[in-house]
């Protein structure tokens, strides 16, 4: 029972984090580095509180971490994303497998899309002057939040 006790610990403080890098998003349109490294750094120990194998478990997730950070950064060298923006995709990649993390990236899509439109509207309405600049943090937090509370909330289903 403690186990589950660190998991949830672990889900909340990754919860927490979420809210923090949308919120300085939102302000700022920056995401922390330190945020990022936190959420990387939590990882493994999510890895050892649900007993996954070093092999194929933890390596598979480095892969897939990996593969994510590198996909995002071509984005981002495109400009189409923000560096903290990919390095928090590149985080949470290290959280969740495969599948799910598919989910999350859909959600995000059509998250940072409603994200893109009232940005770009309110930028318009408000007279500002350049291009906006998207906190595309918040549709990748949300949906990181959607994918942890889609965990709790099925039992019910």
């Known amino acids: ?50 007993d996954l194998p070093l092999w194929p478990g933890m390596t598979v997730q480095l892969i897939l971490a990996l593969s994510v950070f590198a996909i995002f950064a071509v984005l981002f060298a495109f400009g189409c994303m923000g560096g903290g923006d990919v390095k928090m995709l590149g985080a949470l990649a290290l959280w969740f497998p495969w599948q799910p993390l598919l989910s999350m990236l859909m959600v995000m899509a059509i998250l940072g899309g409603v994200v893109t439109i009232v940005t770009v509207v309110h930028h318009r309405v408000t007279r500002r002057l350049g291009q906006p600049q998207i906190p595309y943090g918040v549709a990748i937090s949300v949906a990181a939040l959607w994918l942890i509370g889609e965990r709790y909330l099925n039992q019910f289903a």
């Open 1 to 50: 029972m403690t186990g589950e006790y660190f998991k949830l610990a672990l889900l909340c403080a990754l919860a927490l984090l979420l809210i923090a890098a949308s919120i300085t998003d939102l302000r700022s349109r920056i995401i922390s580095n330190r945020l990022n490294l936190f959420i990387a750094v939590m990882a493994p120990l999510w890895w050892l509180a649900n």
